[in-house]
């Protein structure tokens, strides 16, 4: 079972920053898609940015001017720099890894989560 590894939530005032970072292990074979996702009480899980291994981004629309990703391929590492950050932006952040592993001569990929890390816009 992979387990990805997520840190650098917690509590911010309105307009400052957080940068959360998730890495998975050293021994994946093969990582796709990286990204975020958030699930604030009592909606549904969004995606707030992912970004494929050659470099690609997406973004959702409320969140592409406030927040970067970028991303570690050697150190199997993504990266979310929030800035400007609301109260509307409290939520669990999850890690998501889209991860290969071999099947002889076929790789198979899954996806996998992370635990989650709450933010907390408030002042």
């Known amino acids: 079972q992979v387990q990805l590894v997520e840190s650098g939530g917690g509590l911010v005032q309105p307009g400052g920053s957080l940068r959360l970072s998730c890495a998975a292990p050293?021994?994946?074979?093969?990582?796709?898609?990286m990204g975020w996702y958030r699930q604030a009480p009592g909606k549904e899980r969004e995606l707030v940015a992912d970004?494929?291994?050659?470099?690609?981004?997406n973004y959702a629309d409320t969140m592409k001017t406030r927040f970067t990703i970028s991303r570690d391929n050697a150190k199997n590492t993504v990266i979310l720099q929030m800035n400007s950050l609301k109260p509307e932006d409290t939520a669990v952040y999850y890690c998501n890894a889209v991860i290969g592993s071999p099947y002889g001569v076929v790789v198979k990929y899954r996806e996998y989560w992370g635990q989650g890390t709450q933010v907390t816009v408030s002042s």
């Open positions: 050293e021994s994946i074979f093969s990582i796709n898609a």
């Open positions: 970004i494929t291994s050659g470099g690609s981004t």
